[in-house]
Structures are given as C-alpha cells and as structure tokens.
C-alpha cells in the first residue's frame, strides 16, 4: 500500500496557532522600510494550512478570496467546516502538493504564503512549490516563506536525527506518536547527564531539550519527528527561489529591520561593505545565529522614490490593539533587551490609546510638535508591530463589509470554547487579522452575546460551561480548589476584562 503521508506525521493533528506573518496587509510596512512598492492583495494561497485558523481568519476578516490545502483530511476537515459559515469564504482543500499545485482552476496570486512546512518535507515538495511560486504568482506579488536555518540549526540536526531514531527502533511496538515524542525526549535528556563530549562542545543543545520540555507534544511531532528534516542556509533556498524569478525582499520579522536591536556597530559597519544581497544575508545569520527565518520574496521587485514610498507609507493604516497601560517600553533583539526611546513611544501610544484607525501621515501630523519624524514614526510602527500590540489596520468600509463574516466565525470558535481551548484567537475586521483572546474572555464575550451584562453572570456562564465538561479551572497553572474559589476567581477576571480588555475587543469589531 502507499504511505499516503510521505513520512509526514499525520496521525496526530497539527496545534491551533494563529500566524500574523501570513496576514498579506501585513507586509506593507515592512516592504515600505526597504523602499519596495506593496502589491495590492486581491487572491492569495496559503500551502499547507494545518488546522486552518490563520486562513479562516483573513478569509473573513479582509476582502481577500484565499485559497489553500492541506493534506491531512482531519485538519482539512475542520478547516472546511470553519470557512462553511463565511460567505465567499475560502476554497480550502485536501490535497497534496503535487496534486493542488497542478489544478487548472485556481487563479494567479498577488500572495503566498508557506509557514513553517518547507523545513518538514521532501526535495520533491520543495520543488512542486517553487515551481507553483513560479507560475502562480503574479507579477509584484509577494511571496512569504518561513523555514528552520542555519547556522543556528546545524548543532540540533544530529540530536535530532538522534530522536528520530530512537522513535523508530526502540518506541515499544502499537505507541502512538506521543509516547514515541516523550521517549525520545526521555532519552536524550539521558544521554545529556552523562556529559558526552557532543554536548560540552555544543551546550546549547541542553537548554534546546530543556525547552523543548515545555512545548506541545503535537508541534513536537511535527516540528522534529517527519521523516524529512532540513534546516536550509538562506544561499540555499536564494538559489530555488531564483529559478521562480523571485528576488529577497525583506525579512518578515520585524525587529530584523532595525539593525541596532542585533548587530554591534562593527558587524554594521562589515554588513555594509558587502555588496552581494544573497553572501550579506547569509553573514547576518552568522551574526545573529539564526535558527528560524521568516521572509518576504518578490516577483520583480520594484523600487520607490523617495517621494513615492513617503506618500505610500503616510496613507498606511495601523491601530493599536493592546491596553496602554500594557505596553512596556522594552523589546528583545539578538543583543537583548533594549529600551524604547519614551519621548518618541510615549506619545505614539497615547495618541493611540483610543484604539482609532489612523493613517501614518495623520499620526505624524499630530504629533509633529513632539519632533517625531516619519522615519522614527515607521520604525516605532514596526517594532510595535512585532511586540502584538499595533496592528496594520483596513479601510473602515471593509472592515463594515467584513464584520457579519467575523461575527460568523468568532461564534463558531466562541462555541469550541465551551470545550476546549485550543484556539485562542478570534477574528478582527478592524485589522484584518487575528486578535490573541484566551479561553476564559472568550467564554466572557460568549455571555456577553447572550445579553449578559455584568462581570457576575459573565463569570457564572464560564464556571458553568467549564463544569459541565468537567474540567479544572486554573490561573497561571495554579489548580484552583473548590466551586466557591473557582466562582470568585473568574469573578474577579471577569471585572478586569471589563475594564482593561472589553473597550478593545469592541474597538476591534469582535464584540
């Protein structure tokens, strides 16, 4: 019989995760940092969808008709059932890369998306993308790829090889892929006690199992247990992607485009005197250790004047989709941590902090007197950005056109909520994305639709929904004992929602 899975783990599925980098508005702001003209997104793709939220998610949330697939029925399966409830939702699919690839009935793209799979299939699969990438993507279109690389990677790949092993000859015989995940696990933290001399030249490898402890078995098992593992260099995959005419655009993780959170001055200064994009690229790897890339490709890359790409960036939109008195002036970068400038943040934020769509241009026109200028203004939009707490936003006429097909969706998820809590995102047509909203606040908004209308009988809806599934109720791991507590608790957040998360989530069209 043929292994319909190619050594691909299918008989466990893949975990609920939303993936902002997938969102096409997304890009506009980093493609502008580099002085590159954004396609305007009318079709996209989506390769490999896994359980489908992300797709599910823009489909509704933006006027865009996505198409996708994804070989696992299971995860095809209810992907397809969340996009039945959204009209013009998207044409998802159960096939393989060989077989959706070669349709004849799918449109060319202005968008393509491939999270995280490239790393886990065969040479054949890379090679049916790239040669999808290449006849499907339309001219200016943008391809957004994410992979495991090098150098970052290159220790982990005989430990993994390792694991694999020991998953494939010495899991007893009928153990489901779980049990062969935690006895590799198992046994490699085993062989780390003994002190081999691999892992005194290589100590990263330690604190990589020790983290690996913390994850989701099921990403686990996708993440590490396929047949097919390759961590490419980023020479590597410029080569395939040449062969699609495509040309590297930017990096997709925003902190990247702001050298001075990674690089020391020295490193600046060498990065600047390499002229070749594709060797400069591989040596900021090398700089930074890279481990995972996230990037943005372009067919025939065209670039801004100066005057055009100010004009294209002042009529971007953002939104700040976090409570002010969240944010932290901090980010992470390879160097650490770093501080945000006050003067410049401080501002951006309270001018922010009534969660209103504005354009750039009517942000730096109000706040001109405080001497911020476009360029601190659109690099304080990308690291924002990339903390979750800024959004690129929608013309406010879709964001209206959209909200029934959210409000359809969101319900759907605010349902499984009741079970389970897998999906912790819900859908914003504000944005055009995914909005992060946990298990209990959904349970919350859920009473709210109901008519509910005080923090007490929100809470008393979600302590009995979770009763009645018979789970435990618990805060920040801590289990909670007795109905009365767990009553008191979710009282308690269920007051702290109202006032610190509800008048964001209605800012955002999800309530």
């Known amino acids: 019989m043929t292994d319909w899975t190619s050594g691909y783990v299918a008989d466990i599925g893949y975990t609920y995760g939303y993936y902002d980098a997938l969102n096409p508005l997304r890009a506009n702001l980093a493609l502008l940092k580099e002085g590159l003209a954004p396609p305007q997104v009318a079709t996209a793709c989506e390769l490999g969808f896994g359980q489908g939220l ?11 008709q996505w198409y996708g ?11 397809q059932e969340l996009a039945a409830g959204i009209d013009g939702g998207p044409r998802l699919f159960d096939q393989a890369f060989a077989e959706f690839c ?39 279109g943008v391809l957004y790829i994410s992979y495991n690389t090098q150098p970052g990677y290159a220790a982990m790949v005989p430990m993994r090889d390792l694991m694999t092993q020991h998953a494939a000859t010495l899991t007893p015989p009928g153990a489901g892929v779980l049990a062969k995940v935690d006895g590799a696990l198992a046994f490699a933290n085993r062989l780390m006690a003994t002190n081999p001399l691999f892992a005194r030249t290589n100590p990263q490898i330690a604190e990589r199992l020790k983290f690996m402890e913390t994850l989701d078995r099921h990403y686990l098992a996708h993440e590490y247990f396929n047949r097919d593992w390759l961590p490419m260099s980023f020479a590597d995959m410029a080569q395939l992607l040449s062969t699609a005419k495509l040309d590297f655009a930017c990096s997709a993780a925003f902190t990247d485009l702001v050298p001075a959170l990674n690089l020391t001055p020295d490193q600046q200064l060498l990065l600047k005197e390499l002229g070749d994009p ?16 996230r990037d943005y490709w372009v067919k025939g890359k065209r670039p801004l004047r100066a005057v055009e790409c100010a004009e294209q960036l002042r009529a971007q939109r953002v939104v700040l989709c976090e409570a002010p008195a969240s944010v932290t002036l901090a980010i992470k970068g390879a160097l650490g941590d770093a501080a945000l400038t006050e003067a410049i943040y401080a501002p951006i934020i309270e001018l922010l902090g009534d969660h209103a769509v504005r354009t750039i241009g009517d942000i730096e026109a109000s706040l001109r007197s405080e001497g911020i200028v476009l360029g601190q203004l659109h690099e304080a939009c990308l690291l924002l950005a990339s903390k979750g707490v800024l959004a690129a936003a929608q013309d406010p006429t879709v964001a209206n056109a959209r909200r029934p097909q959210t409000d359809r969706l969101n319900r759907r998820l605010l349902r499984q909520a009741r079970c389970g809590g897998e999906v912790s995102t819900l859908a914003s047509p504000v944005t ?19 008519g509910k209308q005080q923090p007490s009988e929100w809470a008393h809806h979600a302590w009995q929904v979770i009763k009645a599934s018979q789970q435990t109720i618990s805060k920040e791991g801590v289990v909670l004992a ?5 009553l008191s608790e979710l009282t308690a957040q269920a007051t702290e929602f109202r006032e610190r998360r509800l008048p964001l989530l209605r800012a955002m069209g999800i309530v």
Not at 482 to 486: A, I, L, S, T, Y
């Open 54 to 64: 992300s797709i599910n998610v823009h489909g509704a949330a933006s006027g865009v």
């Open 69 to 79: 697939t994804d070989f696992n029925p299971a995860q095809a399966g209810y992907a």
């Open 102 to 140: 070669s349709r004849t009935d799918l449109p060319d793209f202005d968008f393509i998306g491939v999270h995280g799979i490239w790393s886990w299939i065969s040479d054949e699969n890379r090679a049916i993308i790239v040669d999808f990438v290449r006849r499907k993507l339309r001219v200016g």
């Open 278 to 293: 594709t060797f400069r690229e591989s040596v900021y790897d090398f700089m930074v250790c890279q481990q995972f890339r």
């Open 432 to 450: 055009g994305s995914g909005i992060p909203v946990g298990r209990f606040q959904q349970l919350f908004v859920g009473a709210i639709l109901q």
């Open 482 to 486: 007795g109905d009365e507590q767990n």
